[in-house]
């Protein structure tokens, strides 16, 4: 795109203070007439870019200026490349705008960056799992929201049932790898799945974005209504102090450790959406844990123990054997 390559150029010229349309070329990986373009196109933006002619001619900022990346300062910079360096391990547009970025920075920036750039490494995969690919719909719902037009989405909810709406796309979250759209329809802010997105069409039409809207914080209205559909049950239960660290890792935000007692127990509150889904994931606890409250999620388990009893009780056994 050629908004990124004349940014790369500015910062060219803010790194070295003079370039020649050959070495821009060479650096950006463009012809030299496409260069000179470039070049000339920040000089009628009104960037204070100027060509100077003849043996060692070039073209400058005006003043000399050799500044670094942005006013970054070397730990800035530091810290940039650590943040993007590990994308470019999953996408070859990341890797080269690193190398493009790393070549903007003061010489004496650089081998600091480059090393911060490889500092790290990130596996997206867990133990076990087979190797996940980013969705190719997100590509296509990220160039709609850079470029503000709006799409017409075929979306399949949980009871697959699809529909058809047309929508402006706000801004995407990946939450452990799986992808979210928020975006604005006829009937407000909304938020939808990519998975269950069954066909997206981008259209010419511009897309409508309030202007005091900002993704971080819409996903975190959307994150604490999803967290509270998920906690409308409560149950407290004594558990050995040792297991509670067990017992979070099933619960996370909604399990809640009330009061450590005297025996080496533990007085802890854990949620989920019914009492049903507690029971189901208490039962495995056997005697480990008693359950004080609600009486419903005790019924369940209850429920649930006497099932097991009916089909893997002693007189059964001996039956099969």
């Known amino acids: 795109m050629r908004a990124d390559r004349l940014v790369a150029a500015l910062l060219l010229l803010q790194s070295r203070g003079r370039v020649t349309a050959a070495q821009l070329a060479e650096e950006l990986e463009i012809s030299v007439a496409t260069a000179r373009r470039d070049l000339e196109a920040l000089s ?3 960037i204070p870019v100027y060509p100077q002619m003849g043996r060692g001619g070039g073209w400058s900022l005006i003043g000399g200026a050799r500044t670094d990346l942005s006013g970054l300062s070397a730990t800035e910079a530091q810290a940039l490349f650590l943040l993007v360096g590990p994308a470019a391990a999953v996408s070859g547009e990341a890797k080269t705008a690193l190398r493009k970025l790393v070549r903007a920075l003061p010489q004496t920036f650089r081998e600091e960056a480059e090393a911060a750039a490889h500092a790290t490494h990130i596996d997206p ?43 402006d796309p706000w801004g995407l979250v990946d939450k452990d790898d799986d992808w979210y759209l928020i975006a604005g329809t006829d009937k407000g802010q909304r938020t939808f799945r990519v998975d269950r997105i069954v066909e997206a069409e981008p259209t010419e039409e511009p897309a409508h974005r309030p202007d005091d809207f900002t993704l971080a914080a819409a996903w975190e209205e959307v994150v604490g209504e999803m967290e509270r559909k998920r906690s409308r049950t409560w149950a407290t239960l004594l558990i050995e102090t040792r297991y509670v660290r067990v017992l979070r890792d099933q619960y996370g935000r909604h399990c ?32 480990l844990v008693q359950v004080l409250e609600p009486p419903s999620v005790r019924a369940e388990l209850a429920r649930i123990g006497a099932e097991l009893r009916a089909g893997y009780g002693r007189d059964d056994l001996n039956d099969n054997m």
């Open 44 to 46: 009628a933006a009104g």
């Open 125 to 167: 995969t867990r133990w076990g799992e087979p190797e996940k690919r980013r969705p190719a719909m997100v590509e296509l719902l990220q160039a709609a929201v850079v470029r503000r037009r709006k799409v017409r989405l075929t979306y399949e909810n949980v009871r697959h049932q699809r529909s058809e709406r047309l929508i």
């Open 256 to 287: 809640e450790t009330e009061a450590d007692l005297d025996d080496g127990r533990s007085r802890v509150r854990v949620g989920a959406p019914t009492a049903l889904d507690i029971a189901r994931h208490l039962a495995g606890w056997g005697a």
